[in-house]
């Protein structure tokens, strides 16, 4: 019910900003990252072994964090194609006379959550007031924002545990937070738990990653130059109306690669046109699983490690010293509502009838 | 029909910039005599009063007592529409699904309306014990909200002590340690920049910061605020809404939840 004023409010009187996947969790280290991402590929000898893509960090000070609770403006792993990279020679190309196909090579690189336009001309790279942390497929090719990206290519996929999405709760004022992350875990990983994966074992060039499946969510990014001359790498993750099980939780959901196949035709610009990739994301369906966490994850300053961890909402957190000591004064209150007749009459009633239970 | 106008407008957009970081929704009590709201913060760790006497308004209409539930964002992005000097209307039916804020420039030559639907929220009502407060502490608004965001730089908490010399503000933290101390006001020239600290019994009290900081939000609402406090109850922090009423914040004592 309220959930239905709320977005009709939204949609008729304000604005059609409608809030979207806009917190995430990365816990990985960088070269964690990179092993996730490992495909199997053979050597020109023949042999098969798995790969993992390099990784680069991004020019100037801007270091990507792991956190339990990532919030847009942080820097995290996005993989692009290695041909974004100038002076990188195309592999593939070199290979195709001698018909195997390789898959193109992948770089991982932290970029900042948010596109940052093109024609937004600043010292700084956050300040352009525009919201980019999402864009919609729907509408991605009439967007200005985004269709530069979109012709040249810049495609990429945004890396991460998973992400966190609000639902409304019926005749609840507050939402319960929910950590979304893949489907596809193997028996007995808990993507929250590093414990659960963190291993000696954990990759290895013969048998590849054996550790959490990252979520790969499809994004655009551009790469933006501030008037004193600093490159910003930056993304916005695509989404699209959600659909099944997910559309109970929330109405968008990002569009979600689950295949190594959908990950390259995304990346690869050079063979995928545009045109084909976003039927592409049309087609894909969010292979995901989650659970309930507790509201901490609601400000993006806090940082503990359980923010994904999940809980029962029906056991209320316990509440705060600071808070039972309110309740227990409030009720000394009880009784003594001043300025409110309706209430003034219920009390008398309720007292009334105390004196005639009394009797 | 209810119908509450109000030809200092802004006094409305102001009470709006004071409530609606510290709650998400809330609902208006109109009747007869007047607008009420009450509502804690979700962490029920404060309690909002906002009281808006019927007089105060320069036409007010309240046929049947009505409660409109309402998105307090959505409240202030509507009323950001209105200019500083308009007037402000309110107006709904007795069994009301939406409400509508007219603007009307001083001049009349512009008039605006905006429709928002009403939320249904589960109200609690909630009593107030009458207190008699050990201290009560008048001061410039401006002073304490100065005051407030320069110690919470220095920690979580803010250290509250009044004494009969005057009050003593402090806050430590990893950076060290801040104290900041109001003695009373020997001779008053202008009344609004006066401390007056009205004194039964010498109280300390800690506060969370956070808290008092969204609590001078309400500063342009009034020269002065009036800070009451007592052993074992809530911090009362209140300011005057301009003739016509006046906003009250509730705050429990910083209490160690190991110790609970």
Redesign the interface.
Known sequence: ??KD??V???RV??ASKVIMCGRTACTLAPDEVCRSCSVRTVGKDGTKKYEAPQWRDHPGDHKYRPSYNVAPTRFTPVMISEHHMKGVKREAEKEEGEGEELPSQLIIQPMMWGLIPNFYKASSPTGHGYSTNNCRLEDLEEKKMFKPSLVRGQRCVVLCDGFYEWQAIK????KQPYFIYAASQSEGIKIWDRSSWDTEGVWSEEEGWKGPQLLKMAGLFSRWTSSEGEEVMSYSVVTKAAEGKFSDLHHRVPAILNTDQEVQDWLNYGKVEYKEALNLLAKVKAEVTWHPVSTQVNNSRNQEMDMNHPVDPKKEAP?????????N??K????????????KVKEENKVKKEEDDEK | MFEARLVQGNLLKKVLDAIKDLL??ASW?C????I?LQA?D??????VSV?LRAEGFDKYRCDR?IIMGM?LT?MS??LKCAANDDIITMKAQDNPDNVTFMFESPSQEKVSD?????????QE??????TDYACVIKMPSGEFARICRDLSQFGESIVIACTKEGVRFSAAGDIGTANIKLAQTSSVDKEDDAVIIDMQEPVTLTF?CRYLNMFTKATPLSPQVSLSMSPE??LVVEYAIGEIGQIQY?L??????Q??
């Not at chain 1, 509440?319 to 309740?327: I, K, N, V």
């Not at chain 1, 000394?332 to 209430?343: F, Q, R």
């Not at chain 2, 905006?114 to 589960?122: C, G």
Request: proline content about 5%; charged content about 25%.
């Open positions: 019910m309220r004023i709320t009709e409010f939204w009187t304000v005749g609840s004022k507050t509440p705060s010293g600071s808070s039972l000591f309110m309740a004064w409030l000394k209150g009880s009784g003594k509502v001043k300025n409110d007749d309706d209430v | 998400n929704e009590d009747a007869d005599s007047g009420q804690m979700n962490s029920h760790v404060s309690l009281n007592n998105d959505s992005k509507i905006y429709e928002m639907k009403l939320m249904n929220l589960d009502h909630l009593g107030i014990p009458e969370a109850v809530p509730f429990a004592p910083k209490i160690d939840d110790d609970n």
